[in-house]
């Protein structure tokens, strides 16, 4: 089969900026050294590019995960100019199809079945899919957002300012232009290009599956410190509107504190978190599906099988008993009507479900 024509921009680009992050930025630290203050400035301004992609092109604006002030939104269009992975309309527009139809050779554009290197870089070097551009049909709510038209617009002027410009005045602040366009602009783009494109690639290839084997996404916390918070990658898929990808406290996710501290100040406002209780009954339903798959060769399965049916329906029930009243508490709160019966009434189910998950957990360890 014929391959479709390359796309010769993308291909000189991505080339020409990873020769020379190889060949210049290791010849100018050599011959020359960097400062503390051109290697801070890298840090920063990865973070402001990698995070503009993860908070607002991903989470804000494909995902509608929540609200932004336009004073944000202004940032992120910059930051995102700045990443160099096209306007945040093309972007959303793509990231959309790939949720709608993920890893679906023909539709997904970046689908994980086609391989490493396609998702990773590929799919970006030949039309693949050319009758998907200049398609805006599912991102029309962003065409009312004046912040991305007005990026969209001048997307190619902004990349210029943002890649080339600002290092350069930072570097003139600084007293080494050449240093400083090397370091913060050239090695931090090719950084950041590559760390974020494994969120396509490495987090629908390496991982576990915690929520959902429907598609390839993973879950994978290695990943994660790589991606701005975007490893957990198997949550995201099955939860997409949530404003976190790690859920849990401990999960580093760069891009879910950022997003909560600025709604400290009014910033970002009405933040989608999925219910938990539907998060819970998720990954019971993947447990389940695994011990079953682990006992089906079992000459005496059958019994097994029901055992495990059996223990799970119960589980759920008292999963869902317990949220239940927790909600029921929750509600009675704002009310003011909450009363010690309610309040012991939480703290019976929540009992309950512990022990019955004790007793789940026992026994998916003897399945094991
Ligand atoms: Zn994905
Ligand atoms: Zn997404």
Redesign the pocket.
Known sequence: MKKPPLIWTNLILFLLTFAGACILVPWRGISHGFELSEWLTFVLLAFASGLSITAGY?RLW??KAYKSHPAVRFLFALGGALALQNSALHWASD?RIH?KHVDDNDKDPYSANMGFWYSHIGWMLREYQAQRYHDYNNVRDLQNDTIVMWQHKHYLLLALLMNVGLPALLGWLNGDILSMLLLAGLLRLVVVHHCTFFINSLAHIWGKQPYTDRNSARDNGVLALFTYGEGYHNF?HIF?NDYRNGIHWWHYDPTKWLIRFLSWFGLTKDLRKSPQERIEAAKLQMQLKRAQHKVAHLPNCEEILEKLQAEYEELKSHLLAYFEAKKALLEARKQQLADKHLLSQVTEMRLRFRAQRKQWRQLQASIA
């Open positions: 991903h494909s995902h990231h949720h995201h997409e």
